[in-house]
């Protein structure tokens, strides 16, 4: 049971050895079948139909690059760049506004006692666990009542408010932590709560500003559902474009991949950017 | 600090007004709508406008087997799915925590699939499960299965494989909240255990496991609520099927609602999957008090 | 340059009232030590001037000027804060020129007048070497300077500083102190100093608050505060070791006035006396320095049984504390006496000098 505590160090030599050698091979074993998924989603993009399609499955191949070029370039209409595009404006500015206005929020709700302070907060985080799929029949008829069904303001507006509650959590515990002392100081030497809120605490809590708006940017860049629905066709995102391909009865499986890399592979590299605060913010401030 | 008071509520308005609107218009507002809507017949794309026609949508669900069997597929997935991977991921939250060399990369690796598109993931896992040619079936020949699986097709195995899909995806997401919730615990919590005489067993049950209550509850909650919303690898894996075996609430709801452009029953399930969702939701907040301070 | 003048203050904490009609006056360009335990009200009554907190009813003057309800900034006040509460975000040179880019100051300072005064005060405080340094790169005492320097660049008219010195180890703690009192002896503003420790405060004030409870308990010179405490709280919080303050009787005597201290009779002067007969009540507190007491070897007339509490020795001479009833003494002795905890002793007590308090209300029983 020497895994129970961690970190403990118990009798040396052989058994030692061999104790860590199986907690190696576990835990490679563990990312290797984490792994795994994403390797098949790349060769396979690197792969002929010929070679997808083989069986036995064939596991040395000589890449060919022809499934990006056919998806970025050749594909008839419009092609995985105008997606990724849409993605990537849809994504940029939900995260900057779910990130400026979660900001004010949480620097309201840490800073200022007011009767209901607590429900606002609770309400907000409450929002985190609203399932989307509930909310999907209003907010269409809503969205297209007011005329913008497929456009990108529409995904903007509905990711912005996804965001808000972990963004407004998040931000609250950062709030928190700062010493009211240095808040105070900037108010005896002449500034408001707007310019304290601007100038001293937003700097000072830079990298839960960080945290939150890489995680946004990673929520509302994998959303499907709403983008499915608000915006299926010109302003659609990359996962709208990805989910079309299934719908097709010959799947080309090399540019499917294509695309699939295109869309995953910008995430994995933020994921790497963020470690320090990724629990903190999927938790939002609960575990650290 | 509360040099005026009037003042100051005033700002406090200003900074959580705009927030609280994006969240009306698209929270509560739309919630409200819900209700309104599942009070009416209304088909999407049909000139003829909502009809009043009070509970009979929700009266109507009661007798729906569609809808029976999608609480029941629901509940066998958030539960299969929520236990496996909190089970699995709380395990290798330990073995990960061991001190050697080459772990902390091992660790990055192991949480990337967290951050993969879900749809992206769907995908991936719909050409695995491939009956002719995925790499699942050639692992089931290897270990000496007479025949092709139907991963995806055979009823029983359609759920498992989703579960799989869902678990490789979130098992390493509650591996690593569960790691750093560990790595808070202080080396001298252990020490005193040590100095108390506490075997390793009563360690863990006595003195880890209480300390670990809060980012366990955290932890399940999420993936319950997460695993019960889960749309996007029925989506891609098995739209439901086979025969309604993997129709979840979630996915039931999509299809009334855009499949078969019922937007009034569509409402009425997605009132009851709120008010469900919302319970376990108040649960969550009023265990969890970390937020006590204002 | 302005004095700060407190009228009648009420402030409550909830259901908790602190200040029940608190008065206190501190003349233009004194140094006012507020002085108490923790939980009096001091750092509540310096951040009344500073209008971060606001008296429930009550009048705060800055000169002759009403400041009630007036925000922080506008009262022309420097604040130095216990934790010195410094901008990480910024360097030294951009703490000190915080408060002049201040938007209620816009105008006011060209940015080549910015960059004098930020010189300048940082060459008073001896931080100029640092301008460029990030403030969490600085030792306690460097962040001290630029909490000060931060206080006094837009010369105030008031400067608050709050415990400015609690968190500085010793021998900084000293230099430090003679540096404020220097500085202050240099420009002259008028400045409130927070501080628990008694001997900060007679050290730099040239007055002193003794507060206790929300209550001003006395107000003072130092010496006027060490030689005659209007209170038995004040003498017991003043001097090292303070007075010890003993519980009596008082009695009559062969038509003297005589205290009577744990079964002890012990005599009083004329002086003493004449102010033990306006006591209001029989219970009397003696406060004693601790030259009044003595061990003797065995019982004597005017001595009393006590008990060995804590010892320890300060070079030659060894410092008692000693119970007997509910009361301890403290008590200076020799370092060759050797005493151990429990032991039971004999110490003469002589009242020349003694103050008398009430027992009920703990006033000094005053000199007619």
New interface residues.
């Given amino acids: 049971m020497s895994t129970i505590v961690p970190d403990k160090k118990n009798a040396v030599g052989a058994a030692t050895g061999a104790r860590n050698l199986a907690i190696y091979l576990a835990a490679c074993l563990f990312v290797g079948f984490g792994l795994f998924p994403l390797y098949m989603m790349i060769t396979t993009s690197l792969k002929t139909d010929q070679q997808t399609f083989a069986w036995p499955p064939v596991w040395l191949f000589t890449p060919r690059f022809q499934s990006y070029y056919n998806a970025l370039f050749v594909f008839g209409g419009r092609s995985a760049d105008h997606y990724l595009f849409n993605s990537l404006v849809v994504t940029l500015s939900s995260s900057a506004l779910a990130v400026f206005l979660g900001a004010m929020a949480a620097y309201g709700l840490a800073r200022f006692r007011f009767r209901g302070n607590r429900d606002v907060a609770f309400y907000i985080l409450s929002t985190r666990f609203a399932p989307p799929v509930g909310f999907i029949v209003p907010i269409y008829l809503m969205v297209q009542r007011s005329g913008l069904l497929d456009t990108q303001i529409a995904l903007i507006v509905v990711y912005t408010s996804m965001n808000l509650s972990f963004v407004t959590w998040i931000l609250r515990g950062f709030f928190l932590e700062i010493?009211i002392?240095?808040e105070?100081?900037?108010?005896?030497?002449?500034?408001?709560r707007w310019?304290i809120f601007l100038r001293?605490a937003l700097?000072?809590v830079?990298p839960g500003l960080a945290a939150t708006a890489i995680l946004s940017a990673i929520f509302s860049w994998n959303e499907f559902l709403f983008a499915s629905i608000l915006a299926p066709g010109d302003a659609a995102t990359i996962p709208v474009y990805l989910a079309g391909f299934s719908a097709s009865m010959n799947i080309d499986w090399g540019e499917y991949m294509a695309v699939g890399t295109m869309a995953v592979l910008p995430i994995m590299i933020f994921t790497l950017a963020l470690q320090r605060h990724l629990v903190r913010g999927l938790t939002f401030g609960a575990v650290r | 600090?509360?040099?005026?008071?009037r003042a100051d509520r005033r700002t406090a308005l200003l900074l959580i007004a705009p927030a609280m609107l994006v969240l009306v218009a698209i929270n509560i507002y739309p919630f409200i709508y819900a209700l309104y809507i599942s009070l009416h017949t209304f088909t999407l794309g049909r000139p003829t406008p909502p009809r009043y026609i009070g509970w009979s949508n929700y009266r109507d669900l009661l007798d729906d087997d569609r809808f029976i069997n999608s609480l029941w597929v629901s509940f066998k997935f958030v539960a299969i799915a929520a236990a496996v991977e909190f089970l699995v991921g709380f395990a290798l939250a330990f073995l990960f925590s061991a001190k050697l060399r080459g772990m902390a990369t091992l660790r990055k690796l192991a949480i990337l699939p967290i951050m993969v598109m879900p749809l992206a993931s769907g995908l991936i896992w719909f050409y695995i499960f491939n009956e002719n040619f995925g790499a699942m079936n050639w692992f089931a020949f290897l270990l000496g299965a007479p025949h092709r699986i139907p991963f995806l097709t055979d009823g029983k195995l359609a759920i498992l494989s989703l579960v799989l899909a869902d678990a490789w995806q979130w098992t390493p997401f509650v591996m690593l909240v569960m790691f750093a919730a560990l790595q808070a615990i202080p080396e001298y919590v252990y020490e005193a255990a040590k100095m108390d005489g506490l075997t390793p067993w009563q360690t863990f049950w006595r003195v880890t496991l209480p300390l670990l209550r809060s980012a366990i509850w955290v932890v399940l909650v999420l993936r319950v609520v997460d695993a019960f919303r889960m749309i996007e690898l029925i989506y891609l894996m098995t739209r439901g099927g086979p025969g309604g075996a993997t129709e979840t609430l979630s996915w039931y709801i999509y299809s009334t609602g855009f499949l078969d452009q019922d937007l009034g029953s569509a409402a009425a399930e997605a009132v009851v999957m709120i008010i469900a969702v919302s319970i376990i939701a108040q649960i969550f907040v009023r265990r969890l008090n970390y937020g006590a301070a204002t | 340059m302005a004095g700060i003048y407190f009228r009648d203050i009420y402030k409550s904490f909830g259901t908790s009232r602190l200040f029940e009609g608190l008065s206190l006056a501190c003349p233009d360009r004194k140094y006012l030590c507020l002085l108490g335990p923790s939980g009096c009200g001091k750092t509540t009554l310096m951040r009344i001037v500073?209008?971060?907190?606001?008296p429930d009813s009550g009048e705060v003057l800055i000169g002759d000027k009403r400041v009630n309800?007036l925000?922080?900034?506008s009262r022309n006040?420097?604040?130095a804060?216990?934790?010195y509460?410094?901008?990480?975000?910024l360097s030294v040179a951009g703490n000190l020129a915080?408060?002049l880019r201040?938007?209620?100051?816009r105008g006011r300072y060209r940015q080549a007048e910015i960059e004098e005064r930020v010189k300048r005060v940082a060459a008073l405080l001896r931080i100029d070497q640092l301008l460029h340094r990030r403030v969490n790169q600085l030792s306690g005492g460097q962040q001290q300077r630029v909490a000060l320097g931060?206080a006094l660049i837009h010369d105030p008219g008031v400067l608050l500083l709050d415990e400015p010195v609690t968190h500085l180890d010793a021998r900084l703690r000293y230099e430090m102190r003679a540096e404020i009192k220097l500085l202050h002896d240099r420009i002259g503003t008028t400045t409130i100093h927070v501080t628990h420790d008694q001997q900060e405060a007679l050290a730099m004030g040239d007055l002193i608050a003794v507060m206790r409870n929300g209550r001003i308990e006395q107000l003072g010179a130092p010496l006027e505060l060490y030689h005659e405490p209007a209170t038995a709280f004040v003498a017991g919080f003043i001097g090292d070791p303070p007075m010890s303050l003993v519980h009596a009787r008082l009695a009559q005597e062969n038509g003297n006035t005589i205290v009577q201290v744990a079964g002890s009779s012990l005599s009083l002067s004329e002086a003493l006396a004449a102010q033990a007969n306006m006591a209001p009540s029989r219970e009397i507190i003696v406060g004693l320095r601790p030259k009044q007491v003595a061990l003797v070897e065995r019982p004597e007339a005017g001595a009393v049984a006590t008990t060995v509490y804590s010892h320890g020795r300060v070079g030659r001479e060894q410092q008692l504390v000693l119970t007997f009833g509910r009361d301890e003494v403290h008590c200076r002795t020799s370092s060759a006496i050797h005493v151990t905890t429990g032991d039971k002793v004999w110490l003469s007590i002589s009242l020349d000098g003694a103050k008398l308090f009430d027992a009920a209300s703990g006033r000094a029983l005053a000199h007619t």
């Avoid at chain 1, 105070?184 to 408001?192: F, K, P, Q, W």
């Avoid at chain 3, 500073?50 to 606001?54: D, N, Q, V």
Wanted: glycine letters at 8%; zero cysteines.
């Fill in positions: 010493p002392e240095i105070e100081a900037a108010l005896v030497d002449g500034y408001t310019q001293v700097p000072l830079r | 600090m509360a040099a005026s008071k | 500073a209008g971060l907190t606001e309800g925000p922080p900034a006040i420097g604040l804060f216990q934790n509460a410094l901008y990480p975000h915080f408060p201040a938007p209620i100051r931060r």
